[in-house]
Structure formats: structure tokens, C-alpha cells
């Protein structure tokens, strides 16, 4: 009887324990790879970099493509939010709006006045950047709830001003017809040439992030998020910084959301709503709060999670509130944060309940 | 026509849809009075009042009081099952795992809903006849008059629960001070529990009042509580009364704005009144006691 139980608790081990260990050695973990000391690329950041780079040449499947394209502007996303969210500590439920402002403004200046969408690309970032700020000076003073509230509000109005004003954004219809991103005469036309530029905009953003936040800047950033009275204490303009990253976050959203139009050609209202925030806020909680890498990985899981979820159509949204508040529950701080350290205490639990049951007459 | 005209109609709407805002608003002091929680699900105890109720109205041919009372046991026990399953577990979590999670319930409720029941507007008949009444040339539903009715009775009953009984004094110890009420052997997790069903019984009252006037699909639920919780907020959060004054005062507002722009930016007259309330006067309009203590 005894010799069987402990038979069936090995095999549940080992279940558990192989799955757990692959996914520490795929995952990012948030303290081993990015400490304050740390100021070179280590090894296990180039490999990342060469498996991404490789990803889509040993695997040509178009599907794939078009979700790493996908996975890529939510990376762009959610590293944004995660300045914001992560470092400084302050909550967002508004992002996507501010995806949705550059979506628009891309859409709006190459179809209506022929602009370059190279120049869109820029000029959407900037487009977002001004609203934050506009929006950030009066809600930033704001806290906990109330700061999320008011994100959200803004996301609401957002959302009711895009279908209603028809002349401008094409109301509940949207806009189609967007050409292809293309920069002098090279055109960016298949999913594999897209998932090189989202990707590099990517690469590009996130060296930007992770010299941000090691600059005084980030620090500040830090600062804030631990005590704001004890940020302002020692010299630090809360008030500045906050505003100062929330337009940062922003102008990231506004790129992604530039990628994105160019990408899916079409501008609709029902892409930017309460759903997409609630999904941006989600890959940056499951990433891990206060890392760079933990958004991106966040983003591609979230967003293959997604893909696997719409197979079952009708049954694919309750299931995904069920996983959101499991993932939740069980990994509050990401699922990548310390998975190494948890898997040896889950193994020290395992042998002290062996040992448990063994005492047992 | 004069521009005059439509001002009186539009009060009486307004007041109606008002009282439907101030039960909403109602539901989340309840919850925030026992924990300082803020429930983002809210809303969709309101629809699931209205969805169950049709369902078993139309669908099982029962009669419309039994269906009613059904609905809402069956809401207070998803606001209790709520709590043990999603609240609980996360009791020491922080702001934004709570709020992320009562979001991730929200969109299992409703989506669930639009599974088991269809994603068809719903309504309900009247609960009184549908001959409305005529006001000094003002046209009221006999509905209306029950949402008012209802909303008063319930304000006396929850205003007789908090300040007249040993429960309500403990639940409001319990948010006021956790420790506290730790020490004098109140609950908290008890506590959180009941304000959950009581709240999750709030909002489906509402929803059975509201589905014979306007239609509730099961995606109407996440405007409605975002539009409660403003009324909470511009009110006075975290008081009963002041829940009531906003629910009124958002209601009115928002229904006298459709004389002067046009009805599409509907919605977005409240999240308006919302920023405008939060910078201006972040403690609302009667003032709150759980903001004073904080910084803003």
C-alpha cells in the first residue's frame, strides 16, 4: 500500500517537475537577467536575439509569421505599458486608446493627404505623445483605482469619439485601404519582411527602454513606485517624472499602433476597446512587473494563448477570463519571476510531505 | 419646436435612469464599505439580473415574481461564489491584480451569459400595466414609478443594515480598521463575504427594474457598472447617500445632454464628468470618508 502511494507521488513528480524545468530554461527570469549591475548584453540575451532572428527562416509557416508580427506589435505594447506599470508603479487601463490615436493617425495621413507612411510612422508616435500629455497632466495626480478609473474612462471617450465622428475616422466602419509600410521604395509585403520590421522596431525600443531605465530617469522611475512622499523627499519632481514616462508609454503605443495599421491595412473601433487594455495589462503582469523582457515574453504567450483560444469561437472568452484569473492566482508576480527558486521549493515541499506521510503509523 | 420642449421628458428619463445608476453605485459602496475593494463585475450582476429573470420568465413559464426572486438568489450566489473564488485567494494581492482579476470575472460573466442565454437584447413586460401615465403633459411609465419606488425601499433597508445593526457597525469596522476588527474577533474574510452577496443582490434588483425599460444584452453589463462607479465617485465615495445624490445627478445630466449634442456621445458624457470630477473634486460632492485620509 505505501510502496504504491510513493510509487504514484514519483510519477506525479516527475509530471510536474519536466514541464516546470523546460519552461525556467525558456522563460526570462526577471532577476537573473536584469540586475542593476548588469551592463552588457550576457550570453543568454544573444541567444535570444538569434533565435528570433532564425525563428522565422527554420520554421516558414505563414500562420506563424503573422502571429509573431502580431506578438511583436503587442511586445511594442506592453514594454511600453511596462514602463509605466512596472517601473514606476502607476496602473494604465487606457493604453489602448493610445494604440488605437496612432492606428488612426497613420490611417488618416496615408490615405486621406498621401503621406509617406515612414513619416506616419513618426508622426503617430508624436500624435500619441501630445495626447498623453494633455491627459496626463490633469488624471497623473491620481492613485490605485481611481488612476485605473480614469484611464479607462479615457479609453471610453476615446472610443465614442472615433464612431461618432464620421467625417474623419470612417465611424464604426473604419478605415481600409492602408498601404504597406515601406521605406524608400522597399516595401514590407509579406509576413516574413513584417516580422523583421516589427521585430527591429522592437529591438530598437528596447534598447531604448533598457538604457531608460538605468539612466536618472529610471531611477526616479523606481523611486516613485516604492513611496512617492520618499521620492519627493529626496529631490525628485514626481509630478514630472510620472508625466514624463506616461508620454513615453504612450509614444510607444503610438508606434505599435502605426506597425499595426500599415500591417492589417483596416482601422476599426472594435480593435481598440476595454478588452485590449485589460489583454496589454495582462502580458505585463504575466511578464513580471519592473522588466524589460518580461513584456515581450508576456506578449508572445498571451498572444498564442489567443490564437488557440479562437478554435473554440463561442466557448473561447469565458475560457479566457477562467485562465486570466488562474494565471493570476498563481502567479501574481509573472510567470517567469524566480521559477527557478519556486521549482526547488516545490521539490522541498514534495520531499518533506514524502517524509510526512512516511512518519505516519 | 420650442427648445424648451423636450426638457421636462428628458428630467423624467433621467431621473429613471438615475435611480437604476444609484443602485449600481449602491452595489459597489456596499462592497467597498466591508474592504476597500473595488468589484469591476459589478455591472454584470445587473445584466445576469435581467437575463436570468427573462430566461426563466419565457423559458420556463414561470411567474414573474417566483422568476424574479430565482434570478436573484441565483445572482447572490455567483456574488458569493465570486468572493470565494476569485476575492479570496487574492486577499493580500495588490490594487492591480484585483482590479485585473474582477475584470478577468467580468468577462466571463457576461461572455458566459451571451453563451448560455444568446446574444439577443433582452426585455421584460412591465411589472404594472404599460399605459403610461400623463404628468402635467410629462409622460412617465408606470416602470419608472416602480425603479423609484424600489430604489427608496432599498435605501431604507440598507441604510436600516449599516447603521442599526450589529452586522453593518462590524462590516464598516472591518474597512474602516482591518486590525481593529481582527482584535474585537470580527471576520474580515466573513464580512467581504456578505458584502458580496448583498451587493450582488443590489445589482440584480436592479437589473429585473431596468430590462422592461431599456434592453439588456449580455454585453450591457461592463457600461452600466463603469457608469455606477462614476456615480459613486462623483456622489461621495464610499457613502450611501452620496451614491444616491450621484446616481440622480449623473442620470440627470447625461439625459438633458441629448438636448444639446448629439445622442452618440452619450457614454461619453459620464467618463467626461468623471475626469472632470476626479481633478476637481476628487471627494465628490458630499464628500468621502475614505478619502480624506489619503493623499491625493
Known sequence: ?361 | MNFWTPIPQLLSSGITIGAIYALVALGFVTITRASQIINFAQGEFVMLGGVITFFLLKGSNLPYPLSALIAMTVVVMIGFLLQLLVIYPLRKASVLILIMATLGASIFLSSTSGMLFGTLPKTLPPFSGEEPLQIWGVTILPQSIWVLGTTFLLLIVLYLLSHRTLLGKAMEASSTDPLGADLLGISRNLMVFLAFGVSAGIGAIAGILITPIFFTSYNSGTLLGLKGFIAAVLGGWGKNSGAILGGFALGIVESLSMAFIPSGYKDAVAFAILLLILYFRPKGILGSPFIDSRRW
Not at chain 1, 512617492?228 to 514630472?240: K, P, T
Open chain 1, 1 to 361: 500500500m505505501v510502496k504504491s502511494n510513493q510509487k504514484e507521488f514519483r510519477k506525479r513528480d516527475f509530471f510536474y517537475l519536466v514541464p516546470l524545468w523546460l519552461l525556467s530554461l525558456i522563460v526570462p527570469d526577471a532577476d537573473d537577467l536584469y540586475s542593476y549591475r548588469s551592463k552588457e548584453f550576457k550570453r543568454r540575451e544573444l541567444y535570444y536575439l538569434g533565435a528570433l532572428l532564425l525563428l522565422p527562416l527554420i520554421w516558414p509557416d505563414p500562420h506563424l509569421h503573422h502571429l509573431m508580427v502580431l506578438a511583436g506589435i503587442y511586445a511594442i505594447l506592453a514594454l511600453g505599458l511596462s514602463l509605466f506599470l512596472g517601473y514606476a508603479g502607476q496602473i494604465s487601463l487606457g493604453h489602448a486608446a493610445f494604440f488605437g490615436i496612432g492606428t488612426y493617425t497613420t490611417a488618416i495621413l496615408t490615405t486621406r493627404y498621401a503621406f509617406p507612411p515612414f513619416l506616419a510612422f513618426w508622426a503617430s508616435a508624436f500624435v500619441a505623445a501630445i495626447v498623453a500629455y494633455l491627459i496626463g497632466r490633469p488624471i497623473l495626480k491620481l492613485k490605485g483605482y481611481f488612476l485605473a478609473l480614469a484611464t479607462l474612462g479615457f479609453g471610453e471617450i476615446f472610443l465614442v469619439i472615433v464612431s461618432e465622428s464620421q467625417s474623419l475616422t470612417g465611424g464604426v466602419i473604419g478605415i481600409f485601404g492602408i498601404p504597406w509600410f515601406s521605406i524608400g521604395g522597399f516595401s514590407f509585403d509579406t509576413y516574413l519582411k513584417q516580422y523583421y520590421l516589427t521585430w527591429g522596431v522592437l529591438l530598437g525600443l528596447f534598447l531604448f527602454s533598457k538604457n531608460l531605465v538605468r539612466s536618472k530617469l529610471g531611477r526616479a522611475l523606481l523611486a516613485v513606485a516604492s513611496g512617492e512622499d520618499a521620492a519627493a523627499s529626496i529631490g525628485i519632481n514626481v509630478a514630472q517624472v510620472k508625466i514624463g514616462v506616461f508620454v513615453t508609454s504612450a509614444a510607444f503605443a503610438g508606434f505599435a499602433g502605426s506597425l499595426f495599421a500599415c500591417i492589417m491595412s483596416t482601422a476599426n473601433p472594435e480593435a481598440f476597446g476595454l478588452n485590449l487594455s485589460v489583454l496589454i495589462v495582462m502580458m505585463v503582469i504575466l511578464g513580471g512587473m519592473g522588466n524589460l523582457y518580461g513584456p515581450v515574453f508576456g506578449s508572445v504567450l498571451l498572444t498564442y494563448l489567443m490564437d488557440i483560444l479562437s478554435r473554440y469561437q463561442e466557448w473561447s472568452l469565458p475560457i479566457y477570463g477562467v485562465i486570466l484569473i488562474l494565471l493570476l492566482i498563481f502567479f501574481p508576480d509573472g510567470i517567469g519571476t524566480r521559477l527557478g527558486i519556486r521549482l526547488i521549493y516545490l521539490i522541498g515541499y514534495w520531499a518533506k510531505k514524502k517524509k510526512r506521510d512516511e512518519g505516519k503509523p
